[in-house]
Structures are given as C-alpha cells and as structure tokens.
C-alpha cells in the first residue's frame, strides 16, 4: 500500500501511465480491427457475445501474463541463431501471429472480391463461421497481442500497478467502442477491405519483428490514419452525389 501511494505522489510515474495507456489503446486498436471483422461472420444474435468475450479474454491474458513478467522478459532471449539472427519465443511467437494474420485477411480479402469463390486454395468447402472458431481465432490472436503489448510496456515501465491500470483502461477503451466500430465496418463495405489491408498489413509487420527488422510503429498508425481519411473523404463524396 505504501508503494501505491508513493506513486500516486510521482510525477514521473503519473507521465509513464499517460504515456502507457495510450500506447496499449493504440496496441489495441489492431486487436480490435481484427475481432470486429472475425465476429461479423457470426449470426447477429452471437456477434456482441463474441466481441465480449473476445474482450475479456484479452484482459485475462495481459493481466494473466503481467503475473508472470519474469517469464515473459526471458521470452526475448535467444534460442537459436539462423540466417544471423537469433530468434527468442517472442520472435516465434510474432512470426506464427502474422503468418495467421496474412493468411485470414488473404482469405477475406479473396472471399469479398469474388463473394462466390466455392472450393479454393483456403479452405475446401466454404462454411459458415462457428461460435467457437470465432473465439479459438480471437483467442490465438490476443495471445500474440498480448504477449507484444507487455513486453512493450515492461520496457517503458518497472511498476506492475501502472501497467495493470494501463491495461484496465486500454481493454475499457477496446469494449466500448467494439460494437460501434463492428457496426460501422458492417455498413461499409468499403471500409471492410480497409480493415483487411490493415490486417494485411500488421501481420506483415509482426513477421518483419520476428526477424529482427525493427518497423517504427508510429509510420504504422500514420498510414493507417492516412489511409482511414482518403476512404472517409470517399465516403463523404458518395453521399453528397445521393443528395443531389
């Protein structure tokens, strides 16, 4: 109890929390992108639950996972060295986590451009999502975002409270803006394959840091900002010619 009010007298301690918290928001913003799209191929009634739940496994796990900082810290030492490179869990655990990324937006994407593809190269026979596919898939994919997400903080920050607070926050951000954003990215078709390149994107990323080529996160969201704002001008301008 002592050590918590000594923080909340830091100064130093309340700018790392500023700081942490909105760089776990910004973390989870593709963790978000990801369940929104994943849970639209739900039936209606299954959707919010599965965002729910989707959430709330991602708060288990960072919480879970800030219990163990120990361990995780030693996720980045190396276990083997290949093409020069030593690679740690943390690097196997990235690489695996974009190489589903790219497969799932590749599949999407395929799946939005011909809306009838029948038999392909992703999956033999074109089914509807289950309840529990959905959530095994978002299970894998906040599992890797987590593991990223407190390595990143445990590197910014050596008080657990603060993390822990960082993470309450982020995961309430994430929870009350999943419906909304699911619902937007239902209604606009364009904005779907937006969020597929997105994915694309980040999950070419991960691979990239798995490698050990370090890829600045802020010339991420960037374009990804950039890009949302083109498609919102686009969107403004189709709606102005169904005015006229």
Known sequence: MDQLFALAADPTAWAALATLIVMEVVLGIDNLIFISILTNKLPAHQQARARRIGIGLALILRLGLLGTIAIIVQLTEPLFTAFGHGFSWRDLILIAGGLFLVWKATKEI?????????PDMFEGERVQM???SAI????????????????TAVGMTDHVPIMVIAVLVAVTVMLLAANPLARFIQANPTVVMLALGFLLMIGMVLIAEGFGAHVPKGYIYAAMAFSALIEALNMLSRRAKKAQ
């Open 130 to 132: 289950s309840f529990a």
């Open 110 to 118: 395929h799946h939005h451009v011909d809306p009838d593809p029948g």
């Open 136 to 151: 095994v898939q978002i299970l894998l994919l906040d599992l890797v975002f987590s593991i990223d997400s407190i390595i």
